[in-house]
């Protein structure tokens, strides 16, 4: 089965617009996507806040832009400062590990970016996990007592092995993107590894 590597951080909107964009290529294709974590911020670096002027200026000149220009509906959270993510990635491990990698980090963009929701939250992470299927009890308790939480720094460590300094960074066979790829990008990957 071909495989796409997204390296992402759940609180960076241009992953959200690259998942769409693969999501639109790979459509009822036989390719599995495998999400693996990169924090922008990790503890003790301050996260973003809304009402410093960054947030807002990044979003009106490349984020709205981009998110228009491939039709997708997205919105500065009003969450301030922004969630870390590192529980968000805990429950990605728990996620994989019920084959729902994919399903789990789709709908953790949506619920930032779309629904406005705070995902270092445990009960809104442990609802997100009950929609795509998983218990929600059991997800809640294994972010509590930290049970994947040297898993996630496992996989932190690869990303500094594998070379990782920005969110999305797309990885198909031997072919990566830094940044927000093209279709056409994509498809020709893609094709390289027929």
Not at 47 to 57: A, F, G, H, I, Q
Not at 72 to 89: V, Y
Not at 148 to 164: M, P, R
Request: glycine share 4%; with cysteine; charged share 25%.
């Amino acid at each position: 089965m071909k495989e796409i590597i997204i390296y992402t951080d759940y609180v960076c909107p241009f992953c959200l617009i690259a998942e769409k964009i693969v999501k639109d290529v790979i459509k009822e294709k036989d390719i599995s996507i495998q999400w693996k974590p990169f924090e922008l911020r990790p503890f003790p670096i301050p996260t973003l806040k809304v009402e410093d002027n960054y947030l807002p200026s990044i979003w009106e000149k490349s984020v709205y832009p981009m998110a228009k220009q491939n039709n997708i509906q997205i919105k500065l959270p009003s969450i301030s400062p922004q969630p870390r993510t590192s529980k968000a990635f805990e429950a990605l491990i728990f996620a994989q590990n019920y084959d729902l990698g994919d399903e789990f980090s789709a709908t953790v963009l949506s619920a930032f970016f779309q629904k406005n929701l705070d995902i270092g939250d445990f009960d809104v992470l442990s609802n997100i996990g009950a929609q795509i299927g998983l218990d929600k009890e059991i997800l809640k308790k294994s972010l509590e007592n930290n049970t994947f939480k040297e898993a996630h720094q496992k996989a932190l460590e690869q990303t500094q092995k594998d070379n990782i300094t920005v969110v999305p960074t797309i990885i198909i066979g031997e072919d990566r993107c830094e940044g927000v790829p093209s279709q056409w990008w994509i498809a020709q990957a893609l094709e390289k590894l027929s």
